[in-house]
């Protein structure tokens, strides 16, 4: 049995196995299973050097994992409007399991995914030990920056009476390196015990500026769910992020996060964590000892019972009084 054809059985078990995850209801696992997957295409896509694959058979292996990434954010967001159902992607096994001898049109219109690093679970580190090779080396290729993250914040959500809207002002993060981070940017979510997504996801723009061991940011996030629906065991997650030039892919360098008890309003500093990110919150690391964290302010907007009935009335008065 050749290399190839070993390799294209792995693919073929790997998508088996987050298939039948996602089956199960075991979302976590059925995410992670299908980054690894999608990482493992996109190298195959990108090697230069494989002469095991046509370029139309890497076309479609590009498809292949545009659908895993969309599959993997259905499960993520519930609020998905385009949703990429399991039974699709199903439909997509006879062409991982025949890559070699596929000659149809691919079932679904989609593109394959971008020339970018896709990170499975825990891949970072071993990436940046790469990189401090390649340093030791002088292998690597030229520095290619990418365009500055424009941010992905959404509005604050309409009021609803005797409901709690939560508005996050992102001051500024500690880190001993902090002028060495490119692109530096926050991505904030808000997830449940299991780690899946109750609210859509949000970046911020590139930092304001650097000072010394700080990174400004001076952005307000808007919590997308009043608070009062949001689960128990519920938290917002904080996850640094900055580009990598020599490796071409944008790093999390840390996250941090805040559970609900946290909640009141005023300033917080939060702890900072080792990656990569456990949203199950079960393995934690403290990334320094120095007393370096996130700076958060917290904004309350109540909309209570009350207020609503002195509007209401106002209306009323102001409606009597036209009429008159």
């Known amino acids: 049995m050749s290399d190839v054809t ?3 059985q792995k693919w073929h078990a790997s998508f088996k196995k987050g298939t039948n995850f996602d ?5 976590v696992e059925a995410i992670d299973e ?3 997957l999608a990482r493992q295409l996109q190298k195959a896509v990108q090697s230069s050097n494989s002469h095991d694959f046509t370029e139309e058979q890497k076309k479609t292996l590009g498809k292949f994992a545009t659908c895993l990434e969309m599959r993997s954010a259905s499960l993520q967001c519930t609020q998905s409007q385009e949703e ?5 992607l199903k439909k997509l096994e006879p062409i991982i399991k025949n890559i070699l001898t596929y000659n149809k049109d691919f079932p679904f219109d989609v593109q394959p995914v971008p020339l970018r690093k896709i990170l499975a679970p825990g891949e970072e580190e071993n990436l940046e030990l790469e990189e401090e090779l390649d340093a030791g080396t002088g292998a690597g290729s030229k520095p290619s920056f990418p ?4 941010g992905t914040l959404l509005p604050r959500l309409p009021s609803e009476p005797g409901m709690t809207l939560l508005s996050l002002t992102i001051e500024k993060i500690g880190l001993k390196d902090a002028g060495q981070c490119i692109d530096p940017y926050i991505t904030v979510s808000v997830k449940d015990l299991n780690g899946i997504d109750l609210n859509p996801v949000q970046d911020t723009p590139v930092a304001a500026r650097k000072e010394d061991t700080y990174i400004h940011f001076s952005m307000d996030v808007e919590i ?3 608070l009062e629906k949001l689960p ?3 938290a917002i997650f904080f996850e640094f992020k900055h580009y990598k030039p020599k490796k071409r892919f944008t790093s999390t360098k840390c996250f941090a996060f805040m559970e609900m008890d946290e909640i009141k309003p005023g300033p917080i500093v939060i702890e900072l964590y080792k990656k990569p990110t456990d949203f199950k919150r079960k393995k934690l690391n403290l990334l320094t000892k120095k007393p370096l ?17 002195v509007l209401h009335l106002c209306n009323s008065l102001i409606t009597t009084k036209r009429r008159w």
């Open 147 to 150: 365009s500055r993250v424009p």
């Open 232 to 234: 128990k065991g519920a």
């Open 293 to 309: 964290y996130l700076h958060l302010n917290q904004t309350l907007h109540k909309d209570s019972k009350i207020r609503q009935s």
């Open 34 to 36: 299908y980054h690894i």
């Open 224 to 226: 997308q769910k009043h």
């Open 23 to 27: 089956s199960w209801g075991q979302l």
């Open 6 to 8: 070993k390799t294209v």
């Open 84 to 88: 990429f159902k399991l039974e699709d």
